[in-house]
């Protein structure tokens, strides 16, 4: 099957590739299985040797490589720069790190001596999204490959130059063939893949519908598996805010990557004495984006990754205004192949759109709380459970806030992120396990216990 890819501001077709078939996903497959027993062998300083290689290479082609983002999904250039370097730095940290959190880890017990080591579990199966078709895919494969792991990929259809991109840094960086292979299939074969015996675990990040087929497909075959999935993060704005930092904070959330992140605030709970406020700011600050090519670094607000991503989103926004929200900003589709502008909701109650589901894209949700006790409840109530934040000048009050909410990171007056120092992974729908820091480098490991009498 041949690919067509839309740029995602010029409307062109940009690039075209065809899906590979059974023969190429063996030979890929055969050469994980092969590399894999040389590579955990490897020490640690060998391992962590070549990821700062990696590192350097992809600070040494960091313009190109956004240049393919971009072209590939939208991305802003500037975003893009950052990605990389984030990607960079994840690679120095386990380079750094992976000794401390692999060291094997004592036991009192009455043996002489007990404790627990970490052994590599193998080939790792990945299904990346194309959101951060950089970062997702490091965020996996930087700790795997310090923890021994070798990896397949299959990145999301709209960005295979990006995945493309990351096999030629691994191998310009000496990375051994087979240590990292590129599937470009179908979700056909990815069950395939799933299924081989070669495959000793599956991490995913993407949406729940998709999640739901991994996992049962890894469940099926008592496979390992990582999910991260979609969420609808509670942006809790408390009566005592400072709206100086809170607003910027707001927009950077909602409206950076075109609002296609998992972590971006969806929700934005205001409580009396401040709503009415934040809103008239926080509208005012969002229609100064500036829509335009992503690659012009006066661009503010780039195109969404595709038009059909943003016809789902502005279908999502007609149905809550007809529902009874508020169209405070936006709502109409504009300049370009898939750009949507930034789009205020106010008023939004449940059974709306934009409250029970997941707004992927340039569109915020105002709901209205009566007291903190409130913002909590509307903050829950939600099938996702990905991240948090919660916005005062008291950081006490904040804290006890956050520590009721329901999410796998809370964030008081800063902005939810993936951090590579601080576990990350959702709660409910918005999935299980944990990528990042130590509990990240441990999820695709046998953590093995050694009794001896």
């Given at each position: 099957m041949t690919v067509k890819l839309i740029h995602p501001w010029t409307g062109e077709v940009d690039y075209t590739y065809d899906y590979i078939g059974d023969a190429e996903v063996e030979r890929v497959l055969q050469a994980a299985a092969d590399a894999a027993p040389a590579w955990a062998s490897r020490s640690l300083d060998a391992r962590g040797a070549l990821l700062r290689e990696v590192a350097a290479r992809l600070r040494a082609r960091r313009e190109d490589i956004a240049a393919t983002m971009s072209a590939d999904m939208g991305k802003l250039r500037r975003e893009a720069l950052a990605e990389?370097?984030?990607?960079?730095?994840?690679?120095?940290?386990?380079?750094?790190h992976a000794i401390d959190y692999l060291r094997d880890g004592a036991i009192a017990t009455e043996a002489a001596r007990s404790y627990v080591t970490y052994e590599p579990l193998g080939c790792v199966f990945a299904v990346m999204p194309w959101n951060f078709p950089i970062w997702q895919v490091f965020r996996f494969l930087a700790p795997g490959l310090m923890a021994g792991n070798v990896a397949v990929l299959k990145h999301a259809t709209n960005v295979p130059r990006c995945a493309d991109a990351i096999a030629e840094v691994?191998?310009?960086a000496g990375v051994p063939d087979g240590?990292?292979?590129?599937?470009?299939?179908d979700n056909q074969l990815a069950a395939k893949v799933i299924a081989d015996p070669r495959v000793k675990a599956i991490t995913l990040t993407g949406s729940e519908r998709a999640g739901s087929a991994v996992a049962s497909a890894a469940g099926k075959h008592l496979k390992k598996c990582v999910m991260e999935l979609g969420g609808s993060d509670p942006f809790v704005v408390l009566d005592d805010a400072d709206l100086d930092v809170t607003v910027p904070a707001a927009v950077a959330s909602r409206f950076g990557n075109a609002g296609q992140t998992c972590i971006a605030a969806k929700r934005f709970i205001v409580t009396p004495g401040i709503a009415d406020a934040f809103v008239a700011r926080f509208v005012e600050a969002a229609s100064k984006l500036a829509i335009g090519d992503p690659m012009d670094d006066a661009t503010t607000l780039a195109p969404m990754a595709r038009a059909d991503l943003r016809d789902e989103i502005h279908d999502q926004v007609q149905r809550s205004v007809a529902a009874g929200a508020t169209l405070l900003l936006g709502g109409t589709p504009g300049q370009g192949a898939s750009h949507y502008p930034a789009t205020i909701l106010d008023h939004v109650a449940p059974g709306m759109p934009a409250y029970n589901e997941e707004l992927f894209g340039p569109a915020a949700s105002i709901l209205r709380a009566r007291d903190d006790d409130d913002a909590v409840r509307i903050a829950n109530d939600t099938d996702f459970g990905l991240g948090a934040s919660v916005w005062t000048r008291d950081k006490a009050r904040g804290e006890a806030v956050a520590?009721?909410?329901?999410?796998?990171?809370t964030f008081v007056n800063a902005i939810v992120r993936s951090d590579v120092r601080l576990p990350f992974g959702g709660t409910k729908t918005s999935g299980f396990g944990r990528e990042l820091a130590e509990h990240g480098?441990?999820?695709?490991?046998?953590?093995?216990?050694?009794?001896?009498?």
């Open positions: 990389i370097e984030k990607s960079a730095s994840a690679c120095e940290y386990y380079a750094d691994l191998r310009e240590v990292f292979g590129v599937l470009h299939i520590r009721r909410l329901q999410a796998g990171a480098i441990h999820e695709f490991m046998n953590i093995k216990t050694v009794y001896v009498a």
